[in-house]
């Protein structure tokens, strides 16, 4: 399956935090856990899954449930609900907005494209595991402004929602809550499928003292082992990544590694920063400490 490490979980003292418990101190993982970077190997083994990236939307209040959940089955519920979901096909709302959107643009037919009952039947249930990219959320909305706000047509137009970012909180990096909420989600949508966390991590500027990345992968990593608490079969976990690399449009620009790359050395010197310390250190004692500091200096 992976190239990867044993790992662990449970948990200890609880605050809250958007809605959701991010515990603290140490908690340890389950014997089973598979611990890793993104340096993965596959084996003949008689099973396979695919990886789906999913971004989470959460509603920008109590009135934009819907906006949000829309958003979410667009993003990837589009992919999910046709192999994990119990009638396959794509989500009844992408069915429905997309055909109606159509006729209204003068299409004789829907845009998307319809499933036959035998193409149905052939892609449902056919991934051992819910292979998952996620990294970060958005909160979404909808009222009259989203009127003539997107292209159309396009997948945007569609959904009909307008999202945005915005900070967690103090102390807070990134969105752990919306990952707890996502495998919750996962679990009680497709029936608990056995998830791998195939991507994980946080860019930056570069630089070895990453305290950012750090917090990023312990309140990611706690919330993961919260929805694991709670039931979530999530079987392993993988950074983003184990070095610096070509990152899509961003190029070089953006830096994911726990080891820093010098790419104007000729040799692409490789050097562990911070976070590889801490994540090194999680792998050696298969805990989760919120507190362990290494012995770090830079040169």
């Given at each position: 399956m992976f190239?990867?490490y044993v790992?662990?979980a449970?948990?200890?003292c609880?605050?809250?935090?958007?809605?959701?418990?991010i515990r603290?101190?140490i908690?340890?993982?389950?014997d089973?856990f598979?611990f890793g970077t993104?340096?993965?190997?596959?084996?003949?083994?008689?099973?396979?899954?695919?990886?789906l990236?999913?971004?989470w939307?959460e509603?920008?209040?109590?009135?934009n449930?819907?906006?949000a959940?829309?958003?979410?089955?667009?993003?990837?519920g589009?992919y999910?609900?046709p192999?994990?979901?119990?009638?396959?096909?794509y989500?009844p709302v992408?069915k429905e907005?997309i055909a109606a959107?159509s006729?209204?643009?003068?299409f004789?037919?829907?845009r998307l494209?319809e499933f036959t009952?035998?193409e149905?039947?052939?892609?449902?249930?056919t991934?051992?595991y819910?292979?998952l990219?996620?990294?970060s959320?958005?909160y979404?909305y909808?009222?009259?402004?989203?009127e003539?706000?997107?292209a159309?047509?396009?997948?945007?137009d569609d959904?009909?929602v307008?999202?945005?970012?915005?900070?967690s909180g103090?102390?807070i990096?990134?969105?752990?809550?919306?990952f707890?909420?996502?495998?919750k989600?996962?679990?009680e949508m497709?029936?608990?499928?056995?998830?791998?966390?195939?991507?994980?991590?946080?860019?930056?500027d570069g630089?070895?003292e990453?305290?950012?990345r750090?917090t990023?992968?312990?309140q990611?990593?706690?919330?993961?082992l919260?929805a694991?608490?709670?039931?979530?079969?999530?079987?392993?976990y993988t950074?983003?990544?184990?070095?610096?690399?070509?990152?899509?449009?961003?190029?070089?620009s953006?830096?994911f590694?726990?080891?820093?790359?010098d790419?104007?050395?000729p040799?692409?010197t490789?050097?562990?920063r911070k976070?590889?310390?801490v994540y090194?250190?999680?792998?050696?004692s298969r805990?989760?400490?919120?507190h362990?500091?290494?012995n770090?200096?830079i040169?």
């Amino acid at each position: 399956m992976f190239s990867a490490y044993v790992l662990l979980a449970i948990g200890l003292c609880v605050s809250e935090s958007q809605g959701h418990k991010i515990r603290h101190e140490i908690r340890q993982f389950p014997d089973h856990f598979l611990f890793g970077t993104a340096t993965a190997s596959q084996h003949q083994g008689g099973e396979i899954f695919i990886t789906l990236s999913a971004h989470w939307f959460e509603p920008d209040g109590e009135d934009n449930v819907e906006a949000a959940n829309d958003s979410n089955e667009f993003n990837w519920g589009h992919y999910a609900h046709p192999i994990f979901s119990a009638t396959g096909d794509y989500p009844p709302v992408m069915k429905e907005r997309i055909a109606a959107r159509s006729f209204e643009q003068g299409f004789q037919r829907s845009r998307l494209p319809e499933f036959t009952a035998e193409e149905i039947e052939y892609v449902r249930g056919t991934s051992d595991y819910f292979g998952l990219n996620h990294y970060s959320a958005s909160y979404a909305y909808r009222n009259s402004s989203v009127e003539g706000y997107h292209a159309s047509p396009s997948i945007f137009d569609d959904v009909g929602v307008i999202t945005y970012n915005k900070d967690s909180g103090e102390g807070i990096v990134g969105s752990p809550w919306a990952f707890y909420k996502l495998l919750k989600s996962i679990n009680e949508m497709y029936g608990n499928p056995p998830v791998f966390i195939t991507e994980n991590g946080r860019g930056n500027d570069g630089g070895l003292e990453d305290d950012d990345r750090v917090t990023y992968y312990r309140q990611y990593i706690s919330a993961m082992l919260d929805a694991m608490d709670e039931g979530c079969d999530v079987r392993g976990y993988t950074t983003w990544s184990l070095m610096d690399n070509f990152e899509w449009l961003k190029g070089y620009s953006v830096r994911f590694g726990l080891y820093q790359v010098d790419m104007s050395s000729p040799e692409r010197t490789r050097t562990p920063r911070k976070s590889a310390l801490v994540y090194k250190e999680m792998l050696r004692s298969r805990c989760l400490d919120m507190h362990y500091e290494p012995n770090f200096i830079i040169h």
